[in-house]
């Protein structure tokens, strides 16, 4: 099972693995509550290249993703970043992608999708547009995160100014060009850096000066999980109907036809899907695909959750009919057997 290009730099310190498609990814270093304090009050990072990327070139390469992501393309600025996906014609998430806009090209991150996967689907809809489309193993990304990352990256980059959210600026190492990107789908504090491989042996040894600390999985999916973000194969999977997600900074209502818009309208102008991911707190653990209830009434399942250290309590994440998403609602969730009390947080 394959590591990651930047496993060398940190896996003697790995306590323990886990598996993310065909990755084997780190879990814990050390304490992963550890991992997840510093990683908000200071500074962690956190590998992310396991991510593919896939570029797009070509005169057509706008209207080419117009056509076909949630988001509105031809409204994006050079350098703006932006997350949109793909859906079926059922209104369903085929790929969730982080669209990245450049000068003379569109960089597109398949999350945890393998990006020749996606690639092959995009050639399927290419017809006569002119546009070349090719995935770059060569990219590879890292995240930092914490209170203390914008100070670290204007010291390691020597600039005074940070992209705006949602934004990227092109920041130089050793000569070598860095794509900074403002994100914030896990953290008010959270920085991507897609750097080709050959140059990033310089800059990893260059934030470790500024930190030691690397966040595992563990210490990652709780971030995530209250942050509420959303996970490709566990969170998100192909009968996952877009609007039941309920991200709606994800598409654009009002631009022109793209694949599944016809059903996500469709459920918009009947007021609300028939149920909502949405988070519930508890005081013990429960397992995933747990199912949910209501007076002995099923009405949900879970798909994430984690223990939150600070709060000493437990947080997950589920889809439940939409009639029972209100702040407060009891829920009797059966996991393993065991009856647990929860309470949904809007």
Not at 18 to 30: A, N, R
Not at 72 to 94: E, Q
Not at 96 to 121: C, F, G, M, Y
Not at 315 to 333: E, F, N
Request: charged fraction near 25%; hydrophobic fraction near 35%.
């Amino acid at each position: 099972m394959p590591q990651t290009p930047f496993s060398q730099y940190y896996k003697k310190n790995v306590h323990s693995w886990t598996t993310l498609g065909e990755w084997q990814l780190p879990k814990e270093f050390s304490d992963w509550e550890e991992e997840y304090s510093v990683g908000i009050q200071d500074v962690a990072l956190i590998d992310l290249s396991f991510r593919g990327h896939i570029k797009i070139e070509g005169s057509d390469r706008v209207d080419f993703l117009q056509r076909l992501l949630t988001i509105d393309i031809k409204a994006m600025n050079l350098g703006d970043f932006k997350t949109g996906c793909w859906l079926t014609g059922r209104g369903c998430i085929r790929f969730v992608l982080d669209v990245l806009v450049l000068e003379k090209e569109i960089w597109l991150d398949t999350h945890e999708t393998n990006p020749e996967e996606v690639k092959q689907a995009f050639e399927a809809m290419h017809f006569s547009e002119d546009i070349k489309c090719e995935t770059n193993g060569a990219v590879s990304s890292i995240m930092i995160v914490g209170n203390k990352s914008s100070e670290v990256l204007k010291e390691v980059f020597n600039i005074e100014e940070l992209p705006k959210v949602q934004g990227s600026k092109k920041v130089f190492f050793d000569n070598e060009q860095i794509v900074l990107i403002n994100e914030k789908s896990i953290s008010e504090n959270a920085y991507q850096l897609w750097v080709y491989e050959e140059s990033a042996s310089k800059l990893i040894s260059k934030l470790l000066k500024h930190t030691k600390l690397w966040m595992g999985f563990k210490a990652l999916n709780a971030v995530r999980v209250q942050k509420k973000y959303p996970l490709m194969g566990q969170d998100i999977k192909e009968t996952t109907q877009f609007s039941d997600l309920g991200f709606d900074e994800w598409a654009n209502y009002n631009k022109g036809c793209y694949a599944g818009q016809e059903v996500v309208n469709r459920i918009r102008n009947l007021g609300h899907p028939a149920k909502l991911w949405t988070a519930i707190s508890s005081q013990e653990e429960i397992s995933l695909d747990s199912k949910m209830h209501v007076d002995n009434k099923e009405v949900g399942w879970i798909t994430s959750s984690t223990f939150l250290p600070k709060e000493k309590n437990y947080l997950s994440l589920g889809y439940l009919k939409y009639d029972y998403c209100r702040q407060g609602q009891k829920l009797q969730v059966l996991s393993e057997a065991k009856v647990i009390e929860a309470t949904v947080i809007v």
